[in-house]
Structure formats: structure tokens, C-alpha cells
């Protein structure tokens, strides 16, 4: 759900040279301008909660190495940074961020928005994240960061769900400010498409942007890693704990699992994890020592992304959005101790493919995206280390893919838009 220090990533590499032979055909100055007017929010998303406004925008330093630059053939292209306030969001006070920009010279593919994990307030943290960003762009893809001045999530009336209209707010002031300016007939490839990524609770940010706030009518892919994790927050939260939850049983639409066999876990919230939902929804009760209360546990379901309809009315049915998404099924480093010591949360499981599967367990057939693919990850670095794992359902002559490798291919292969979808 967040960035917990590991070793393999206690540093950020300084050469931002990327391994393995990939085309690189950036020849030219980046193109790249933000409009410093405020800019309403149109209104292209209809959802059954309402979306806020990005007002009082001011250019900004880019500080620190996570926002993504890219170096070819002697040029360096550095992402253009501005500052603003998301406001009118329902019980939601107004919260400054800071978003960019790095916009391919040409024509471009499309658009990449990148969640980060935790509370969003920074804006690429690990390794691979940045490489994965530098990719898309090497492939002719704008990319676009956010870091929240405070949790996205942390609200005056502690509701998670309300608190989503945030980063669906950004998704929707993207498509209509930044995407659409660069991809309509007149000046760019209107083919291209409008696409998000996000990581452990940003991915459960996408989530909720398609289920309440109407994100399906313009998104044209999304890559879920490691969630969404807030799927089910009751689930999560309840104590005595939730029946444990088998991940893509057999016959469940979209399952890519290769060789891999489904796998069970709890969908309980590790020590870690529920420490950030308490603060999130201001019920210390989480994964407490004592049973929790009815209203407690009601409290959780109606403001989770499947929120059973006690809360806002979710949709699952995304026809013009495809989606993959990307769940550890094993550990590299498994610790052999997990059932008694599950403060160990970089060598035990955690929720998030769990919390994945409440989610993605909801899309069938009937309400088919384009493309829908849940895949199996193998060998984890962290229990939501997908990047660093191996992807058997996408083996060749024998060979798994790196996740990295498998979650760019998937982005860039079905990154378009379409007038058929």
C-alpha cells in the first residue's frame, strides 16, 4: 500500500541509462508547455459522485530525482513542473499539489498519468517506477506526474471514498488539458490514447476514479499494480478477520495465471497497511485487539471501491477501458515465519492481491473491458515488488518475462484510442 524502505531500493540509481536493447528515437527538443490560467474541469466524466476543479496554477521547480527527465543523443529533456489546488470536492477540504509534464517532441501515442503508492505525495519513488516512465516516453508517450502536499486519502469526515474524487479530478483535468490539446485532429494523433498506471494504493485511486467518478468514459487503459488495495475496506479492517480469499479461482474471467495455480490469503490488513487506513478513515479500531463494531464495519464497506451499494452506486463496467492488473502470488525472499510474526512486511504477503481479486472478481463477461487481464506475478521483490517479479502466463519457449518488462509491453500495446471501443 505504500513505500516501506527496502534494501533494493534504498537508493536511486544514478545512471539513467535503461539495460537491454530497446529503440530509443528521441532526436529532438521536448515540446513541453504548461498553461499557467486555470483551467475548469469539463465535463467528460459521469459518474454517481461528482468531480472538483484544479484552480490557482503556478510554475514550479521540479525538486528532487523523483520526477522523470530522460537523456538521448546528448539531449536531456526535464519535465515541466506547476503547482495548484484541487478544490470543490463533497465534504472534501481543498489540498495543494504539485503535477508535471515531460511531452515527447512530434506526434505523440498518448498520455501516461502515474499514481504513486501511500498517500500520493511523491511522485515516483522507486527505481522502477522512473525506468517504467522513461520508457513511455522513449516510445513516444507524454508522461504525467502528481505529488499531494498531504495523503489524498486524509479528509475532514475520514472518508476514503469521497477523498477519491481528488486523483479522479486530476485524471479528468489531464485528459482535458493536457491529452486532448496534443491528440485532436488538428494537431496531433487522434488515435492516441489516455492512459493511467498506478502502484499499491494509487492503483486503488484508479479504481475508484472508474467506479464513482466516471474516469471509464475517457481512459483508454490502466495498469493496476499491486491492487487496488482498498477495495473492500471492511474486509480489510474487521476484526475477527475476514475469511481468507482465493486469488482468480478457476473459471474466473480475465485470470492469466500461466502454470500458476490460484493462491489464498487473508484480505486483512497487515500492521503496516492498517496503521495508514486508521489515520485514513480516523477508526484506531483497524486490525485492532478487539472485535470491531457494526458501525465500524459499515462505516469501512460503504466508503471502499466495492462498497456492496451502501454507499454511492459503483459501476464495474468499462467498455471502452481496457485493464490489466498485477498481483503477487510469491516472494522471492519468503520468510519463513510469517504466521507469527506479521510485522514482517517485506518477506511476508500482504493484502494487496487479496484486495485485488474483491475488485477484479466483479468484471465479467457480460461487462467485458476491450482487454481484461489479471496476471499472476512470481517472485516478488516485496510483497507488492511486481516489477521485480516473473510473469509465466506471458512465457516464451519457456522463458517468464520480468513484471517490468511485461507491464510496459502491456502499456504501450494497448495505450490508443479507438472510435470501436
Request: aromatic share 10%; hydrophobic share 30%.
Given at each position: 500500500m505504500s513505500h516501506d524502505p527496502q534494501p533494493e531500493y534504498s537508493s536511486r540509481l544514478q545512471s539513467l541509462t535503461r539495460s537491454g536493447n530497446r529503440l530509443v528515437f528521441i532526436c529532438a527538443l521536448v515540446l513541453a508547455s504548461l498553461s499557467l490560467l486555470a483551467a475548469p474541469t469539463l465535463?467528460?466524466?459521469?459518474?454517481?459522485?461528482?468531480?472538483?476543479?484544479?484552480?490557482?496554477?503556478?510554475?514550479?521547480?521540479?525538486?528532487?530525482?523523483?520526477?522523470?527527465?530522460y537523456s538521448s543523443h546528448g539531449t536531456t529533456y526535464n519535465m515541466t513542473c506547476a503547482s495548484a489546488t484541487l478544490s470543490g470536492c463533497r465534504n472534501v477540504q481543498d489540498v495543494n499539489f504539485t503535477y508535471g509534464q515531460l511531452i515527447p517532441?512530434?506526434?505523440?501515442?498518448?498520455?501516461?498519468?502515474?499514481?504513486?503508492?501511500?498517500?500520493?505525495?511523491?511522485?515516483?519513488?522507486?527505481?522502477?517506477?522512473?525506468?517504467?516512465?522513461?520508457?513511455?516516453?522513449a516510445q513516444g508517450y507524454g508522461v504525467v506526474q502528481i505529488a499531494w502536499n498531504s495523503d489524498w486519502e486524509l479528509t475532514p469526515d475520514a472518508n476514503i471514498q469521497n477523498a477519491a474524487c481528488r486523483p479522479a479530478t486530476f485524471l479528468n483535468?489531464?485528459?482535458?488539458?493536457?491529452?486532448?490539446?496534443?491528440?485532436?485532429?488538428?494537431?496531433?494523433?487522434?488515435?492516441?490514447?489516455?492512459?493511467?498506471?498506478?502502484?499499491?494504493?494509487?492503483?486503488?485511486?484508479?479504481?475508484?476514479?472508474?467506479a464513482y467518478y466516471g474516469a471509464g468514459d475517457y481512459l483508454d487503459n490502466v495498469e493496476l499494480l499491486s491492487g487496488p488495495v482498498l477495495s473492500d475496506l471492511k474486509q480489510?479492517?474487521?476484526?475477527?478477520?475476514?475469511?481468507?480469499?482465493?486469488?482468480?479461482?478457476?473459471?474466473?474471467?480475465?485470470?492469466?495465471?500461466?502454470?500458476?495455480?490460484?493462491?489464498?490469503?487473508?484480505?486483512?490488513?497487515?500492521?503496516?497497511?492498517?496503521?495508514?487506513?486508521?489515520?485514513?478513515?480516523?477508526?484506531?479500531?483497524?486490525?485492532?485487539?478487539?472485535?470491531?463494531?457494526?458501525?465500524?464495519?459499515?462505516?469501512?464497506?460503504?466508503e471502499s471501491i466495492v462498497d456492496d451499494n451502501t454507499g454511492a452506486a459503483p459501476t464495474f463496467n468499462y467498455p471502452d477501458t481496457s485493464m490489466s492488473g498485477w498481483l503477487c502470488r510469491s516472494l522471492r525472499n519468503l520468510a519463513s515465519d510469517c504466521a507469527t510474526n506479521p510485522n514482517d512486511y517485506q518477506n511476508c504477503p500482504n493484502n494487496s492481491s487479496t484486495q485485488g481479486q474483491l475488485f477484479y472478481k466483479n468484471i465479467t463477461r457480460d461487462i467485458a473491458p476491450p482487454v481484461f487481464n489479471v496476471y499472476s506475478v512470481d517472485g516478488c521483490e516485496g510483497p507488492e515488488g511486481v516489477s521485480a517479479g516473473t510473469v509465466d502466463a506471458l512465457s516464451v519457449r519457456g522463458q517468464a518475462p520480468q513484471g517490468e518488462v511485461a507491464i510496459e509491453n502491456d502499456m504501450t500495446a494497448q495505450c490508443f484510442h479507438s472510435r470501436f471501443r
Open positions: 465535463a467528460h466524466a459521469d459518474g454517481s459522485l461528482s468531480l472538483g476543479s484544479v484552480t490557482n496554477q503556478n510554475a514550479a521547480a521540479c525538486s528532487g530525482d523523483e520526477w522523470v527527465s517532441p512530434g506526434t505523440v501515442n498518448g498520455v501516461v498519468v502515474f499514481l504513486d503508492g501511500g498517500g500520493g505525495t511523491t511522485a515516483a519513488l522507486e527505481t522502477d517506477e522512473y525506468d517504467m516512465l522513461q520508457y513511455y516516453f483535468y489531464v485528459y482535458n488539458n493536457i491529452y486532448e490539446p496534443l491528440t485532436d485532429g488538428r494537431h496531433g494523433n487522434s488515435s492516441a490514447g489516455m492512459c493511467a498506471q498506478g502502484f499499491s494504493a494509487g492503483s486503488a485511486a484508479i479504481g475508484y476514479s472508474l480489510g479492517c474487521e476484526v475477527p478477520q475476514a475469511s481468507p480469499v482465493t486469488v482468480c479461482p478457476d473459471g474466473q474471467y480475465g485470470c492469466r495465471m500461466g502454470d500458476d495455480k490460484p493462491w489464498t490469503l487473508s484480505p486483512g490488513y497487515v500492521p503496516f497497511d492498517a496503521g495508514m487506513v486508521r489515520s485514513w478513515t480516523d477508526d484506531n479500531s483497524c486490525q485492532g485487539s478487539i472485535r470491531t463494531s457494526d458501525e465500524s464495519n459499515a462505516a469501512w464497506l460503504a
